[in-house]
């Protein structure tokens, strides 16, 4: 998806048989903006450094984030792809992060214990996350769960104990499942991202998307729920 004139066609699709990638589908929109013609592409997720395509995105219902580029150098797995994925606001509707901005963590955990067996509602990403573990299941149905070449993982600022279990059901009742989910209690992500080594990871939070580039991690911002209004208020 570029809105680049047609005319730059030529030298995409050499640039693609150059690097041998397989990539069929082109959107030329002449300066026009491609966001409209997402769905009809079926778009599992769209990637920009523009932010104002990816609120559009986001508010065309399409999984999008903003790429953000790391701030230094890191080595990445060539044989695996690494996906981590915030929860709230991300993986699921932003429900309880109102609660948090709006009423504080005391109010949050009552209410995260008292519906802890009521799935949360989807948010822009977990139709993305659906795709990717159809394309695992394919590996582990070839007895390749081990050595699968697509892991996910939760990185979550949600407490285990306290409003953990909230999320992993409502996986659970999606149907859906992560690799390795970690909880860190508030604690900063982005050491833990040094550890995973993600490809990319995504959240709703800038502090969070610097954090990561900070430590060498590619990161992507999703213009999604309450925390946008407390962003643009700072």
């Given amino acids: ?5 047609a005319q730059v066609g030529v030298r995409l699709i050499n640039s693609i048989n150059h690097y041998g990638l397989t990539i069929e589908r082109f959107c030329m929109t002449g300066g026009k903006s491609p966001i409209g013609y997402l769905t009809a592409y079926l778009t599992n ?10 609120q559009e995105a986001i508010e065309a219902g399409i999984a999008s984030a903003t790429m953000f580029a790391a701030n230094k150098d890191v080595a990445y797995s060539d044989t695996q792809l690494r996906v981590a ?5 991300v993986l699921f509707s932003d429900e309880s992060e109102q609660i948090v901005k709006e009423q504080g963590l005391d109010r949050f955990f009552e209410h995260e214990q008292l519906n802890e067996n009521k799935p949360l509602a989807q948010g822009p990403l977990k139709g993305f996350l659906e795709d990717l573990g159809k394309l695992q299941k394919k ?9 699968c070449p697509i892991r996910t993982f939760l990185v979550t600022a949600r407490s285990a104990a306290s409003s953990g279990a ?13 690799d390795e989910a970690l909880f860190l209690a508030g604690a900063p992500k982005g050491p833990i ?16 998307i610097e954090g990561a580039q900070k430590l060498g991690t590619i990161a992507a911002h999703v213009p999604y729920g ?3 209004k407390y962003h643009k208020s700072t």
Avoid at 193 to 202: A, G
């Fill in 1 to 5: 998806m570029t809105n680049n004139h």
């Fill in 45 to 54: 997720l769209y990637l920009s450094a523009d932010s104002e395509k990816v």
């Fill in 85 to 89: 994925f915030d929860g709230d606001a």
């Fill in 139 to 147: 590996f582990y149905a070839k007895n390749e769960r081990l050595n």
């Fill in 166 to 178: 909230r999320v992993l059901k409502t996986l659970r009742s999606w149907g859906l499942e992560v």
């Fill in 193 to 208: 991202l040094v550890k995973i080594r993600p490809h990319i990871f995504f959240d709703d939070q800038m502090f969070h």
């Fill in 226 to 228: 309450i925390a946008q």
